[in-house]
């Protein structure tokens, strides 16, 4: 059974914790987020975020129903830092990409948290206004509310994706990820033309870019898309 939410009035500790510090909503999401970076999910337990905080295990659930709650707050959280101190410029497409770029980045100084979080649904206020801003963007470009759905679908999807794919790269075991990379370089860039000849044609092309993200091109690639539609609309 969910447990009850005591309000923010009746929760705040009335003395410091052993950390010398108040506990508050926010300062449980950044703990959180620090113990997801530092020990990855397995290590993110009430017990231990309890001890983080110099409080009893207890008191997180004064804050949060469940640890499922607290990994909302921290989706929350990552939209909070993609957002802070945005600003339009009145160019759609260059807003739109700045937006994606933030929500890229945001995720990955956080890879254990993305991984945790980039599929979830909070329905919460950072998220909230995140949604409200990229829909204005395009609404008031002049796309019709259809295109306007549409493109938000792909452009807010297709940023949570590469944050996944991005970040779980980030969170492997440094061994495991340097392997990885390795592949196109002791593996792919040594597959003989008779055998594989596209592969041969652009391996060294295929050495420089693969162990990169792709995200800046599929971001671009999805606004000049959707900037077609819209001189089609214009038309």
């Known amino acids: 059974m969910a447990k009850r939410v005591v309000p923010e009035a009746d929760r705040r500790r009335r003395r410091p914790t052993k950390q010398g510090q108040v506990l508050t909503h926010g300062l449980i999401v950044e703990t959180a987020l620090r113990m997801l970076r530092e020990h990855g999910a397995d290590g993110l337990t009430a017990r231990r975020l309890g001890l983080a905080l110099g409080a009893d295990a207890s008191a997180v659930y004064r804050y949060f129903r469940g640890m499922d709650d607290l ?135 295929l050495v420089a870019r693969m162990n990169d993200s792709a995200y800046r091109t599929a971001l671009d690639m999805l606004l000049s898309s959707a900037a077609a539609q819209l001189r089609a609309v214009g038309a």
Do not use: C
Not at 77 to 97: I, K, S, V
């Open 71 to 205: 990994i909302l707050a921290i989706a929350d959280e990552l939209f909070g830092h993609a957002m802070a101190d945005w600003r339009p410029t009145g160019d759609w497409r260059a807003d739109l990409r700045d937006l994606g770029l933030r929500i890229h980045h945001a995720y990955l100084a956080h890879p254990q948290a993305a991984v945790l979080t980039a599929s979830r649904v909070t329905g919460r206020p950072n998220e909230v206004a995140s949604d409200e801003t990229i829909l204005g963007v395009l609404r008031g470009a002049g796309f019709p509310d259809a295109d306007a759905v549409r493109i938000y679908h792909a452009f807010i999807d297709q940023s949570l994706a590469f944050a996944i794919l991005d970040a779980a790269t980030l969170a492997l075991p440094k061994a495991a990820r340097e392997g990885d990379e390795e592949v196109w370089r002791d593996t792919y860039a040594r597959l003989p033309a008779e055998t594989h000849p596209n592969i041969a044609a652009t391996a060294p092309l």
